[in-house]
């Protein structure tokens, strides 16, 4: 099992603001995956970070709008550029264990006014 | 990864055995067959996954059609701490597939 933190817990940002929000693992993990949960919505996966390398994003979703940083086997982070209201959601990350199951964070919520 | 169908919302009395269908009728046969569940206000936690064979664990368990083409997730007793909305997401591990894809699930309401 994978025990996965996330800072904040919630954010209120101004639009034209950015945010980086933290993903920490208590055990080092090869794959991790950041989404996207709009109001009322499913999860929506924005990109998959592996350690060493660049972060593979899914179509609709940029590097330019949501860098990812993987500097080690344990932490990720995103950044959500350039806010707009459009970019409320909750965000989470998660990890895959070596049985095939996904391990996923509290979430962050975030609210653009 | 192939797509799946579910009921939008299922209800179910506490304590009674509750069943959560899944039509998956384009599946491949190197599709597993996953279950998660998002609890209020929580990030989706694993329940159950399987390939052809039925299986159990403390969670759930998931009961496989011989054709693979559905599903069902089968929580024997259901407690009010059961309600969240159920995901039955496939995931072709051959080729690779290590996301999830979410569909829209079922949000399962527990009466008291």
């Known amino acids: 099992s994978a025990v996965i933190s996330q800072k904040p817990s919630r954010d209120i940002c101004q639009r034209g603001t950015s945010l980086t929000i933290q993903c920490q693992v208590d055990?080092?993990?090869?794959?991790m995956f950041w989404y996207r949960q709009q109001p009322g919505q499913s999860l929506t996966l924005i990109a998959t970070a592996n350690q060493g390398s660049e972060a593979t994003y899914e179509s609709g979703f940029v590097i330019d709008k949501f860098p990812i940083s993987r500097p080690n086997l344990t932490f990720s982070t995103l950044t959500v550029s350039n806010m707009s209201p459009e970019d409320s959601s909750i965000y989470l990350c998660?990890?895959?264990?070596?049985?095939?199951?996904?391990?996923f964070g509290p979430g962050t919520r975030l609210t653009v006014t | 990864d192939a797509k799946t169908t579910q009921p939008n919302s299922m209800e179910s009395n506490e304590e009674e055995p509750v069943h959560l269908p899944c039509n998956h009728s384009?599946?491949?046969?190197?599709?597993?067959i996953h279950w998660y569940r998002q609890l209020p206000s929580q990030g989706p936690e694993y329940v159950i996954h399987?390939?052809?064979s039925n299986v159990n664990n403390r969670m759930a368990s998931l009961a496989i059609a011989e054709d693979r083409k559905s599903s069902t997730l089968i929580l024997h007793r259901a407690t009010l701490r059961d309600a969240a909305v159920y995901y039955c997401?496939?995931?072709?591990?051959?080729?690779?597939?290590?996301?999830?894809?979410f569909g829209t699930g079922t949000r399962l309401t527990v009466i008291p």
């Open positions: 055990s080092q993990v090869t794959m």
């Open positions: 399987g390939l052809t």
């Open positions: 384009t599946i491949s046969g190197t599709d597993y």
């Open positions: 997401i496939l995931r072709d591990f051959i080729a690779g597939a290590n996301n999830l894809f």
């Open positions: 998660s990890v895959e264990s070596g049985d095939y199951e996904q391990y």
